[in-house]
Nanobody, 122 residues
Framework: QVQLQESGGGLVQAGGSLRLSCAAP????????RGWFRQAPGKEREFVAS????????FYADSVKGRFAISRDNAKNTVYLQMNSLKPEDTAVYYC???????????????WGQGTQVTVSS
């Protein structure tokens, strides 16, 4: 059973923007921290951003700080990742996750989506 569903990925030129969404049909994650991770071909899955259950606290990987913004709408049970000034090195499959705490360790998130591809051309 799919717990989380990402959408919004695609192909964009360097310098462009994309907005990813992560919905949670059939299950409420309002009390969970939410995170975004990404995995490029041949690389380990890496942390991108995380947001608290209330949405009043967030933190980012250094590589995306100042370019990406995570937000959430608990009424819609959805979390977003606004990605601006995209670079070719941002190319990866992006995954959303939910867990009890706002942490960077992937193993601490118990719920995952299947991922959405983001490709940034130079």
């Amino acid at each position: 059973q799919v717990q989380l569903q990402e959408s919004g990925g695609g192909l964009v030129q360097a310098g462009g923007s994309l907005r990813l969404s992560c919905a949670a049909p059939g299950r409420a994650f309002g009390s969970y921290a939410r995170g975004w991770f990404r995995q490029a071909p041949g690389k380990e899955r890496e942390f991108v951003a995380s947001i608290s259950w209330s949405g009043d606290s967030a933190f980012y990987a250094d590589s995306v700080k100042g370019r990406f913004a995570i937000s959430r709408d608990n009424a819609k049970n959805t979390v977003y990742l606004q990605m601006n000034s995209l670079k070719p090195e941002d190319t990866a499959v992006y995954y959303c996750a939910a867990g009890p705490n706002m942490v960077i360790a992937a193993q601490d998130y118990g719920y995952w989506g299947q991922g959405t591809q983001v490709t940034v051309s130079s």
